[in-house]
């Protein structure tokens, strides 16, 4: 059987030609300049309030003892946070897809459900069953409970759709199982890994309910009050300026991290499937270890919710209707995923199909705003609508456009995960045969990456859902959501009415976790009965 292979040098030319290292494609340059556009507008907010305020006042603030003492406290907590969620990702979803566990696919649902559950939720789970847990540890602990999955979600993926021909070639070379899972499986995995840490890192770096619960005091919990409490808008802004320099320095340092290498497989049909790993004697260990994780992050907040709703309790604010607010939230909470996945596409075309210096600095600008604090993003998309589309103040749109921005890093990291092991040359086989560019993209480009799209979606969808500061400034009048209503009556102390509402937040989040593992599980069973 013979194939045909155009000759190196016309091959080569022709591939540079379409493949749009000299030209890119209209359609991803206007995407990548839209999602620019977005994320850099709350920072031209606080680039404007420091400039009205004076540099020489900005200097002053930043310059007090007390800062050192709030970038101390965030730094030592992320480092500790972001290393443990690694540990507690990666081994979850090892032993969830390389392992013949027990019931896997109830872990592969139970193990995400944690980002169904807001953090405040999660830290008034834990306090409301010790009092006394506050400071450094109960931050640490809350938080690596409440965010692992951002890392084993992406992983899981990866080591679904890993080749295990590497592996196996590895261990035939006399490599134990361990030197392979380090020298080969890790590196694979590498860019996943990475990728949940860094949406760990900026995620603690804007985290505020779950710190102010535990009194522990890091710069976005400074900057709520500077805002709420001393109206002290200049300082606000100084300290948020502090937050967008370390999520730069987080971004540097996964860039490098990652460095420049690539690995891609020809497609589904061209990867070996590894067989499940039996436990033997680790599986009571393993489900031990699993249970005390489900337990500690799903366990305790959720038993806090069901303890309040069972005992009760009254409130002075006016009835309002869960099934409106649960419609409410379902529907901006989609629409601003449709929006970040959509955003998410040509800013992960460019930085990997036309990597250079400009297409990596829109893809490092898509993760900024994690790194920002909710209520900072509102008020630059307030001061934007007030001024200039007034139509637009406390409207639906808005809303959906705040959860765009701040969520973009979720989509980003799920869809350069699919796209980056969704070979090129199988676009420019299609390109070859005569298909248009829309074609190639519908009928190749589109079936690989569609888990990744789906990934993204997900994580936007529930990351929405559970979203609280930003709504409470944009959501429009007389509309609550779940995530509303319920900090209504927790002000109050109403926890009984409020549980409900949480606990339909959680009902909400569980469907797309449930969906993504679902889909894993089938897609692993297809290529094994292959």
């Not at 209209?26 to 907010?45: D, N």
């Not at 310059?63 to 730094?75: D, F, G, I, Q």
Request: with cysteine; hydrophobic share 55%; glycine share 8%.
């Amino acid at each position: 059987m013979s194939t045909f292979a155009p000759t190196a040098p016309i091959a080569s030319g022709w591939t540079r030609a379409w493949s749009g290292r000299r030209r890119w494609p209209l359609v991803s340059v206007a995407g990548g300049a839209i999602a620019a556009a977005l994320v850099l507008l709350p920072l031209a907010f606080l680039i404007i309030q420091a400039q009205r305020s004076g540099w020489g006042e900005v200097q002053r603030l930043l310059l007090r003892h007390s800062v050192a003492v709030l970038l101390w406290n965030t730094v030592r907590l992320t480092l500790a946070c972001t290393v443990l969620c690694a540990v507690l990702g990666v081994g979850a979803a090892w032993c969830v897809e390389r392992t013949a566990l027990p019931a896997r696919r109830l872990w592969a649902v139970a193990l995400v459900l944690p980002l169904g559950i807001p953090d405040f939720v999660v830290g008034f789970g834990w306090v409301s069953i010790d009092p006394g847990l506050h400071g450094y540890l109960a931050a640490v602990m809350i938080m690596t409970l409440a965010l692992y999955p951002l890392v084993y979600l992406p992983v899981a993926s990866a080591l679904a759709n890993l080749d295990a021909g590497l592996e196996e070639a590895a261990r035939s070379l006399g490599l134990g199982p361990w030197q392979a899972f380090r020298k080969v499986t890790l590196r694979q995995i590498s860019p996943a890994v990475l990728g949940g840490c860094l949406l760990v890192t900026l995620a603690l770096l804007a985290e505020y309910g779950a710190f102010e619960i535990v009194q522990y005091r890091t710069f976005t919990v400074e900057i709520f009050t500077e805002f709420k409490l001393g109206f002290d808008t200049a300082a606000a802004c100084a300290l948020s300026l502090v937050l967008v320099l370390l999520s730069v320095a987080a971004l540097g340092g996964e860039l490098a991290l990652a460095g420049r290498g690539r690995a891609w497989r020809a497609g589904p049909g061209a990867r070996r499937i590894a067989p499940r790993i039996a436990l033997g004697r680790l599986s009571a260990p393993v489900l031990a270890g699993l249970s005390a994780l489900g337990g500690l992050a799903l366990g305790v907040p959720l038993g806090a919710l069901v303890y309040w709703m069972l005992r009760g309790s009254s409130t002075t604010l006016p009835s309002a209707s869960i099934l409106a607010a649960a419609g409410h939230t379902a529907e901006y909470s989609a629409g601003a995923a449709v929006l970040s996945t959509v955003l998410a596409v040509p800013v992960s075309a460019l930085a990997i199909r036309h990597r250079n210096r400009v297409t990596v600095l829109i893809e490092r600008l898509a993760y900024l705003p994690m790194a920002l604090p909710g209520l900072v993003i509102a008020l630059g998309l307030v001061a934007f609508s007030v001024r200039y589309a007034f139509a637009l103040y406390q409207s639906a749109l808005e809303l959906i456009v705040a959860y765009s921005i701040l969520f973009l890093p979720l989509a980003v990291v799920g869809v350069r995960s699919a796209m980056g092991q969704a070979s090129p040359r199988l676009e420019e086989v299609g390109r070859s045969l005569g298909c248009r560019p829309a074609t190639v993209w519908r009928r190749v480009t589109l079936p690989l990456i569609a888990p990744g799209l789906g990934a993204a979606f997900a994580l936007v969808f529930i990351s929405s859902a559970t979203e609280l500061t930003a709504t409470l400034l944009l959501h429009p009048t007389g509309v609550n959501t779940l995530a509303t209503q319920f900090w209504a009556y927790t002000s109050e102390l109403s926890y009984g009415a409020a549980a409900p509402y949480a606990a339909l937040m959680v009902a909400i989040s569980a469907i797309p976790a449930y969906v993504i593992s679902r889909r894993m599980t089938t897609l692993a069973r297809g290529e094994r009965a292959r």
